[in-house]
């Protein structure tokens, strides 16, 4: 058990920490465009000044898809049990109704599109983390008058 544990714990810590350290690779692929070579060193550098607040908002938008979609799967769960219940003992996907497959159409659905959410999140960091490290400076308005 200690070494199952012992496994686990290093592949799960070493896993969240690149995939954190990473996460903004793609991004940085689209928005620079100078390779995957580039972007992963890049991605590397700015994720490391800011590591904690990269993991936080990570965490928060997967915990904000996971919750939603948990929600959404409430009515096809309690439909499924029970139509379980209340039918046959043999059941088989067939015996579900047509709007049991719709609402769990439509919960996929939404669920697929809220991936939206954490490519935002990670474009709105990546430009974040390129601001501190790279300050745009802005013209004098003094000069102006």
């Given amino acids: 058990f200690i070494i199952t544990v012992f496994g686990v714990i290093m592949c799960i810590l070493p896993g969240i920490y690149f995939a954190n350290t990473y996460s903004l690779v793609v991004m940085i692929v689209v928005f620079e465009k100078k390779g995957l070579g580039n972007a992963i060193t890049r991605s590397w550098d700015l994720v490391k000044s800011q590591w904690w607040n990269t993991f936080l908002l990570n965490l ?5 898809i996971w919750v939603v979609g948990f929600i959404l799967s409430i009515p096809s769960t309690i439909a499924g049990i029970t139509s379980t219940l209340l039918g ?24 697929s599109l809220l991936w939206f ?3 935002t999140f990670l474009a709105m ?4 983390l390129d601001e501190r490290q790279n300050p745009t ?3 004098n308005n003094d000069s102006l008058s």
Avoid: C, K, M, R
């Fill in 117 to 119: 959410i954490p490519a």
């Fill in 88 to 111: 046959p003992q043999e059941i088989s996907s067939i015996d579900y109704p047509d709007w049991f497959w719709v609402l769990t159409g439509i919960s996929t659905i939404i669920t």
């Fill in 60 to 64: 928060i938008s997967l915990i904000f």
């Fill in 125 to 128: 960091q990546y430009f974040n």
């Fill in 137 to 139: 400076i802005l013209p």
